[in-house]
């Protein structure tokens, strides 16, 4: 057995992972045909859970897959957090089920993947490697938690051949858009911006979370060419809460933590740290 909490809910049910198995021809797996969702775990309780669960409404509807029914994601969700006492990240994954060795879709009986990954915050000071590859802002699955996430993969992994933990990523407009799993907030003249979804990034929960708690966040589209008059950049998501990035490809930000990071730091721990709301 893994350090992955031991059980798994696949299929209805909670099973030791070593059973936990999917069919070859789940188009999960064939074509990447599903959608899922990373929450933190706090103590064993899921972190904002509802904001969670409608994104992955959203997932869903965007790809027409129907979603699980409420009160099975509920169980499944509750079962496996419950089984793993301390921290770590929930995965919860609805695929399109079996279905043909190819993009066409059966009759379709989704299967609902609910695990724990271990885990700790990446909230230190990090580098960023811009790729050469965009986002399509106008394609079907932007903005959509999809399980085809071999993009990402392949960006990360050259961000890291690089010494960077996280790639940038501009859109087909030439604009700012996210990191593999991450959002991105630049400061540029003194303004901490972030770029819009219509750029085609995800609609992070900590993204979301942050702009509201700093209430002063400008959405607006960033050119790539204007990442060199950063002087701070930050990244959010689920695993990273908001960590300071200290360098893009390999040329220093003028600070790290600047002014503008340390307040989000601050504001982020204020309302969503030890002992606030866990559902906010
Ligand atoms: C592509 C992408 N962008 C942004 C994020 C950040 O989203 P969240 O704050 O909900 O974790 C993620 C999360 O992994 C992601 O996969």
Same mark, same amino acid.
């Given at each position: 057995m893994s350090d992955r909490g031991g059980v798994v809910w696949i299929d209805g049910r909670l099973v030791d992972e070593a059973s936990a198995t999917v069919p070859y021809d789940d188009h999960g797996i064939t074509v990447g045909d599903g959608a899922f969702e990373t929450i933190k775990l706090v103590d064993g309780t899921p972190f904002a859970l509802r904001r969670h669960l409608a994104r992955l409404a959203r997932s869903l509807d965007a790809l027409r897959l129907p979603p699980p029914q409420p009160d099975d994601l509920a169980k499944a969700i509750d079962a496996v957090s419950s089984a793993h006492d301390g921290d770590g990240f929930l995965r919860v994954t609805v695929t399109g089920g079996? *279905?043909?060795?190819?993009s066409p879709r059966g009759d379709v009986s989704p299967r609902l993947i609910v695990a724990v990954r271990p885990g700790q915050l990446m909230d230190e000071p990090t580098d960023v490697e811009v790729v050469p590859w965009t986002r399509?802002?106008?394609?079907?699955?932007? *903005?959509v938690k999809s399980t085809s996430y071999a993009e990402n993969v392949v960006a990360l992994a050259f961000a890291r051949e690089r010494g960077a933990t996280e790639a940038l990523l501009g859109n087909n407009a030439g604009n700012l858009c996210e990191g593999t799993g991450s959002n991105v907030f630049v400061v540029i003249d003194d303004e901490l911006s972030t770029p819009p979804l219509s750029s085609g990034c995800l609609a992070g929960v900590n993204r979301e979370l942050l702009m509201e708690v700093l209430g002063d966040v400008v959405e607006r589209d960033v050119p790539m060419t204007d990442l060199e008059r950063a002087t701070e950049l930050f990244l959010t998501s689920t695993a990273r809460e908001v960590q300071p990035v200290r360098a893009i490809n390999g040329t220093p930000l003028?600070?790290?933590?600047g002014p503008h990071t340390v307040r989000a730091r601050a504001a982020w721990l204020g309302a969503f740290g030890p002992g606030t709301p866990l559902d906010p």
């Open positions: 079996r *279905g043909p060795l190819g399509n802002e106008r394609g079907a699955l932007a *903005g003028a600070e790290c933590p």
